[in-house]
C-alpha cells in the first residue's frame, strides 16, 4: 500500500517567507510525527499527533512553527517568517498509535532558506 | 553529553564483511530501540524494532540490547553493496510518549 507522502518535496524560500509543508500519513495510521534533520545529524522531533489532537508540541524551536492535523489525517507544518536556521530536512512519521508503535517515515522535504 | 551517542563513521568495508554499528544512551528509562537506514535523499526506513535486553535476528541484520550498559547495537552479516547508506538508531520511554530520540547515524560503505 501507500506509505507516508511529503510536499513538496524541495522548497527555497527568501528569509522572512511563511512556508507550508504537507504530510500525507499511511491510512488508518492514528498517531503522526514531525522530525527536523539537519545536515549530517540524526532527526530530532518536533511535535506528535494523536488523530486531531495535538499531544506534545515540545520540539518545536520556536512560535515560528505551528503544526496542524484539523481532520486526523494530512497534517501541515507552517514556519512563519524563515531564517536561515530553519534550512533542514523535515519529516514526518506515522504509527497505528500503539504504545510504542513502529513508525514509518516519509521522503522528507528538505529546505533551503535564502 | 547527548541523551544519545553514536560514531558518526564514516565507515568503510569490503563486501561480504561483518559490520558492527553502536549506540550507547544514558537514560535508564528508554524501553524500545530501534535501527533505522537511510539511503541519500531518502526518508528513514526501519530494520529492527526491540524492546528491553536481547537479541532479534531478521536475515542478515541481528539487533542486540543490553540495557544494563545503556548499549545497542547492529549486526550486519555478508554485507553488501546496497547496504551502504546511513544508519540510525533510535529509541523511546515507552508509556505513551512515542517521540524517538535519534543518534547521529553512521555512514557505511561497502565496497564491491
Known amino acids: 500500500g501507500a506509505g507516508v507522502s511529503q510536499s513538496p518535496r524541495y522548497k527555497v524560500a527568501k528569509r522572512g517567507q511563511d512556508v507550508a509543508l504537507r504530510c500525507d500519513p499511511i491510512?488508518?495510521?492514528?498517531?503522526l510525527f514531525w522530525y527536523q534533520q539537519a545536515l549530517g545529524q540524526g532527526p530530532e522531533f518536533l511535535t506528535y499527533f494523536q488523530n486531531e489532537a495535538q499531544l506534545d508540541k515540545s520540539g518545536l524551536p520556536s512560535d515560528r512553527f505551528f503544526a496542524e492535523r484539523p481532520e486526523g489525517s494530512v497534517s501541515t507544518l507552517k514556519i512563519q517568517r524563515t531564517q536561515q536556521e530553519d534550512s533542514a530536512v523535515y519529516l514526518c512519521a506515522s504509527s497505528l498509535g500503539q504504545l510504542s508503535g513502529e513508525q514509518y517515515f516519509g521522503p522528507g522535504t528538505r529546505l533551503t532558506v535564502t | 553529553q547527548k541523551e544519545v551517542e553514536q560514531d558518526p563513521g564514516p565507515l568503510s568495508v569490503p563486501e561480504g564483511a561483518i559490520v558492527s554499528l553502536n549506540c550507547t544512551y544514558s537514560?535508564?528509562?528508554?524501553?524500545?530501540f530501534m535501527w533505522y537506514r537511510q539511503y541519500s535523499r531518502k526518508g528513514p526506513e526501519l530494520l529492527m524494532y526491540t524492546y528491553s535486553s536481547g537479541n532479534k535476528e531478521d536475515g542478515r541484520f541481528t539487533a542486540q540490547v543490553d540495557k544494563s550498559s545503556k548499549y545497542i547495537s547492529l549486526f550486519i552479516r555478508d554485507s553488501q553493496p546496497s547496504d551502504s547508506a546511513t544508519y540510525l538508531c533510535?529509541?523511546?520511554w515507552g508509556g505513551g510518549s512515542e517521540k524517538l530520540v535519534f543518534g547521529k547515524g553512521t555512514k557505511l560503505t561497502v565496497n564491491p
Open positions: 491510512s488508518g495510521h492514528v498517531s
Open positions: 533510535a529509541m523511546d
Open positions: 537514560n535508564s528509562a528508554f524501553q524500545y
